[in-house]
Nanobody, 118 residues
C-alpha cells in the first residue's frame, strides 16, 4: 500500500509562486506515474501535471508554461513549482500515483489547499 503526503500549500498573492511537494511511502511500484491534480467546488478534478518514472511530463492546459513538475525516483517524491499564479489556480491540490499496467494501482493524497488572492 502506498501513502502520499502533500506539503507546501497556502495563501499566495496573484503573480506569486508556490512549490508543492509530495512524498510517497510504502511499496512504491515500478513504472508508476506521479502527478498533481486540483479540484474546486462544483467542478471535476482536473490535471495539473504528471511525470512518468522515465521523466516524461504532461501539463494541463491551464498551467502550461507556468508550472514545472519534477520527480526524484530515489526519494519517491514529486514536486510542482507554480509561477505567475492566478486566482483561478485556487483549489485543493491532490498528489496521485498510478500504475496502469498489471498489477495496476492508484493512490491519492489527502489534498492540500492553495489559495491565490490579494
Amino acid at each position: 500500500q502506498v501513502q502520499l503526503v502533500e506539503s507546501g500549500g497556502g495563501l499566495v498573492q496573484p503573480g506569486g509562486s508556490l512549490r508543492l511537494s509530495c512524498a510517497a511511502s510504502g511499496t512504491i511500484p515500478g513504472a508508476a506515474v506521479m502527478g498533481w491534480f486540483r479540484q474546486v467546488p462544483g467542478k471535476q478534478r482536473e490535471l495539473v501535471a504528471t511525470v512518468t518514472s522515465g521523466g516524461t511530463v504532461d501539463y494541463g492546459d491551464s498551467v502550461q508554461g507556468r508550472s514545472t513538475i519534477t520527480r526524484n525516483n530515489a526519494k519517491n517524491t514529486v514536486d510542482l513549482q507554480m509561477d505567475s499564479l492566478k486566482p483561478e489556480d485556487t483549489g485543493v491540490y491532490y498528489c496521485k500515483i498510478q500504475r496502469k499496467i498489471t498489477p495496476t494501482m492508484t493512490a491519492w493524497g489527502q489534498g492540500i489547499q492553495v489559495t491565490v488572492s490579494a
